[in-house]
């Protein structure tokens, strides 16, 4: 079975208020956390999530470095260094994400939606109050703000 779906059993997943036990569904949470499966923390080797983490935010830079050049953001730019990516959009305001290791997490911090906490879900970043992943969000933002999405690959 792949780490990232491994699971401890009787953990529990937070999905808003309520709380889904993982060896029984609910159907009364959002799909997104009913369906989805987190890797405890504890469960994953501490170079296993750097690898995944550090992946996940050097795609990013790629990504917003070219995006901030095709359209031309003015004192837009992009720093990635010690676990740390800053997205600066000039009076547009500042992203954060950064790699919080003993929590096995990334925490961001957008001039939109405010700090997040994401959790390595099924090789993803989920926030599990409400199950948004984290590049989707970063994309939909981006496109509130300058009309286009922006593609991770």
Request: with cysteine; proline share 4%; charged share 30%.
């Amino acid at each position: 079975m792949a780490l990232a779906t491994t699971l401890r059993r009787g953990r529990s997943l937070l999905c808003g208020t309520r709380s889904t036990s993982l060896a029984r569904k609910s159907t009364s949470t959002p799909d997104a956390c009913a369906e989805a499966t987190r890797t405890n923390w504890e469960d994953v080797p501490e170079h296993l999530y750097h690898k995944q983490a550090d992946e996940t935010l050097e795609k990013m830079q790629e990504a917003l470095d070219e995006y901030i050049e095709s359209h031309d953001v003015p004192e837009g730019d992009v720093e990635y260094g010690m676990g740390v990516l800053t997205l600066r959009l000039g009076s547009k305001g500042t992203y954060v994400y950064n790699k919080q290791a003993p929590n096995r997490q990334i925490w961001s911090s957008s001039p939109i939606s405010g700090p997040v906490r994401y959790d390595l879900v099924r090789e993803k970043w989920i926030y599990l109050r409400d199950g948004h992943e984290m590049l989707q969000r970063l994309s939909s933002e981006l496109k509130d703000l300058f009309g286009t999405k922006l593609d991770v690959q």
